[in-house]
């Protein structure tokens, strides 16, 4: 295992036309792998709007196959840059058949793996269960050239039986392509509460683990389709935090952000013996994990 491990990361405003936010991430991508990028991470569904705010058919045609030229963009990218790129995408698994899936592009181009969002929410604004099949391939690391990377997808980032397992397999860093943002009808105090708990339990994940996490979110406001509501003000707010869960860099919320940060895998090791967390785990005592709930 490398050491120290320089992440890109892209928080970035979107627009409608898919053309320009590709356009636009492979400027910022080519920009951070100049500056000794070796792993870049995007936000979750980067080249569209985010589409879940309504419930409409036609957002399917959104949705692109692997492979395709989209996936071809991106493994070109990686193959010109000498870079891991961690992409966010809407598949088109067979007619009628989609994922939020995350693709990883090893620096040669070719697909080092992939992983379909487990968790799938459906809120008002956040109607995904109406576009995304759950994933069927469980949670399991992709191995690459930086190290065995633990992605999983948003809502996901909720859970810490998914950050778990993943830890289990062998991951090496948790990385979470997300899309979240804040209802303006809330409060300034209940905005605050809900991206303090955003941040606090992928901290958790961190800590209960003994791993370094990557949080990359979209910024900025994206008009609501519909009318019903006002859309959704993305709080942005990416974050990078170390084995111990303390923070190691902190983005803005509201202005896109591209930067690289410094992560040391090598100290997960040394957090894991001061806390042996994975040594104490009573396994013989968890068959309850496996039910809905505990009547």
């Not at 870049?40 to 985010?50: G, M, P």
């Not at 071809?72 to 088109?92: H, K, N, P, Q, W």
């Not at 993943?166 to 979240?180: C, K, S």
């Amino acid at each position: 295992m490398q050491n120290k491990l320089k992440v890109g990361i892209i928080q970035q405003h979107n627009v409608e036309s898919a053309d320009d936010n590709r356009r636009r991430l492979a400027d910022k991508m080519r920009t951070l792998a100049t500056a000794g990028a070796q792993l870049i991470v995007n936000q979750e569904l980067h080249d569209s709007l985010y589409f879940c705010q309504t419930e409409n058919v036609d957002n399917c045609n959104l949705a692109v196959g692997l492979p395709s030229d989209t996936t071809e963009f991106y493994s070109a990218l990686a193959r010109e840059l000498g870079v891991v790129i961690v992409t966010s995408l809407f598949e088109r698994r067979a007619p009628g058949l989609y994922h939020n899936t995350a693709v990883v592009f090893e620096k040669d181009g070719s697909v080092a793996g992939k992983y379909r969002k487990m968790h799938i929410p459906d809120d008002p604004a956040y109607y995904e269960k109406f576009y995304f099949t759950p994933g069927d391939i469980g949670f399991e690391p992709i191995s690459t050239s930086v190290g065995r990377l633990g992605v999983l997808v948003c809502w996901d980032q909720w859970y810490p039986e998914a950050a778990r397992l993943m830890a289990l397999r062998g991951a090496e860093l948790l990385i979470y392509p997300t899309a979240i943002g804040w209802e303006s009808t809330d409060t300034a105090d209940e905005k605050e509460r809900q991206r303090e708990a955003w941040i606090t339990v992928q901290r958790g994940h961190a800590v209960a683990n003994g791993l370094p996490v990557v949080t990359v979110n979209r910024v900025g406001h994206e008009s609501d389709p519909s009318g019903q509501t006002n859309g959704i003000l993305f709080w942005g707010s990416s974050f990078v935090a170390g084995p111990q869960g303390e923070f190691i860099f902190r983005a803005p919320d509201n202005e896109e952000c591209v930067t690289i940060v410094e992560v040391d895998l090598l100290r997960s090791e040394q957090v894991r013996r001061w806390w042996p967390f994975l040594r104490d785990r009573r396994i013989d005592a968890y068959s309850g994990l496996t039910k809905r709930f505990l009547d």
